[in-house]
């Protein structure tokens, strides 16, 4: 129930107390959902948190793909600094550039975009993420089994925080190659996962709070045939054991959304019904500013119920 994760989020608030120091028995965890650019709307909602002060009073957050990158910069305290990146035209449209497919190149380059932009364009805190008491959880598909993973132990430094970051965003074809942690292969985590709610619940979650980038009106949709046909021969050769997981992500995504559903202390957060639809590849400036402020202020309508004396602005 969302008054139950409220409450719990009223308390700690009241009591200020910090992650492995709590009492309240509970494991409040922050669920981010991935889809490229549709990240723009999560990444606008993690606005909404930071300028809320609310990032403490989660135990643990775990991120999909996107979800992953919005976490990372919520983490290290720079989610409103770094929004102007969803819609700089130098960085979109080099992170994304559809006309590399004609070279047989990635038409997202996640390589680029962590280890360039998120070391010299737009830093990224990362020592900030390895040191902060709010535990990561970013999650990946295993290339040879399809089942979600939880790359939390698997990060030590710097590098290896680059390195989970790549494999949770290394989309299936359009990005590339998959990327090896600890020598394993792991595809992006929105096959397996796109909203990391299985897992969480398997590491003992009590209260939950979702970020979602797709409306209560929007349903993954499958594949067609010649996307089958494609997309069933770049499994083969590169990760044959996600190919039934992509088959199947209509009845998976059904599942997470019964999970959340039905579990007893979740609030879930989405873009409002007549926002637009963003897809994968979006680029446009002016759709994706207008996604992180969308995102930005249906998060705040929701947590600013939590002190609704106290919290009354979140700036813009």
């Known amino acids: 129930m969302t008054a139950t994760v409220l409450q719990l989020l009223r308390n700690r608030k009241q009591e200020s107390s910090l992650p492995g120091r709590r009492n309240d028995g509970a494991r409040l965890v922050l669920l981010i959902e991935g889809g490229s650019s549709r990240g723009a709307y999560s990444s606008g909602m993690t606005i909404a948190i930071e300028q809320l002060g609310l990032l403490p009073l989660f135990d643990a957050v775990y991120g999909s793909s996107m979800?992953?990158?919005?976490?990372?910069?919520?983490?290290?305290?720079?989610?409103?600094?770094?929004?102007?990146?969803?819609?700089?035209?130098?960085?979109?449209?080099?992170?994304?550039?559809?006309?590399?497919?004609?070279?047989?190149?990635?038409?997202?380059?996640?390589?680029?975009?962590?280890?360039?932009?998120?070391?010299?364009?737009?830093?990224?805190?990362?020592?900030?993420i390895l040191d902060s008491p709010v535990e990561f959880h970013p999650i990946a598909t295993d290339a040879l089994t399809g089942q979600p993973v939880d790359l939390h132990q698997q990060i030590h430094d710097r590098s290896s925080l680059q390195a989970a970051l790549r494999a949770s965003?290394?989309?299936?074809?359009?990005?590339?190659?998959?990327?090896?942690?600890?020598?394993?292969?792991?595809?992006?985590?929105?096959?397996?996962?796109?909203?990391?709610?299985?897992?969480?619940?398997?590491?003992?979650?009590t209260h939950v709070v979702a970020l979602r980038t797709r409306r209560t009106d929007e349903i993954a949709s499958a594949p067609s045939r010649a996307e089958r046909l494609l997309m069933s021969r770049w499994f083969a050769r590169r990760a044959p054991g996600a190919t039934e997981t992509w088959?199947?992500?209509?009845?998976?995504?059904?599942?997470?959304?019964?999970?959340?559903?039905?579990?007893?202390?979740?609030?879930?957060?989405?873009?409002?019904?007549?926002?637009?639809?963003?897809?994968?590849?979006?680029?446009?400036?002016?759709?994706?500013?207008?996604?992180?402020?969308?995102?930005?202020?249906?998060?705040?309508?929701?947590?600013?119920?939590?002190?609704?004396?106290?919290?009354?602005?979140?700036?813009?």
């Open 247 to 316: 088959l199947r992500r209509e009845p998976m995504r059904a599942e997470e959304e019964q999970l959340l559903a039905s579990h007893p202390a979740t609030l879930q957060i989405r873009p409002p019904l007549g926002s637009a639809k963003i897809g994968r590849t979006e680029r446009r400036p002016h759709l994706l500013r207008a996604a992180v402020e969308t995102g930005r202020q249906a998060a705040f309508d929701e947590l600013s119920r939590l002190e609704s004396a106290s919290i009354a602005y979140a700036p813009r």
């Open 67 to 128: 979800g992953a990158l919005n976490a990372a910069w919520l983490l290290c305290g720079r989610a409103e600094s770094s929004k102007h990146a969803w819609w700089d035209p130098i960085i979109m449209r080099t992170t994304i550039n559809p006309t590399r497919a004609l070279r047989r190149q990635p038409i997202v380059d996640t390589q680029f975009l962590i280890h360039t932009v998120y070391t010299e364009i737009l830093p990224l805190g990362f020592q900030e």
């Open 169 to 205: 965003t290394a989309m299936p074809l359009l990005a590339g190659e998959p990327v090896e942690v600890d020598g394993r292969l792991f595809v992006d985590a929105g096959l397996s996962e796109a909203v990391p709610v299985r897992t969480a619940l398997a590491q003992q979650a």
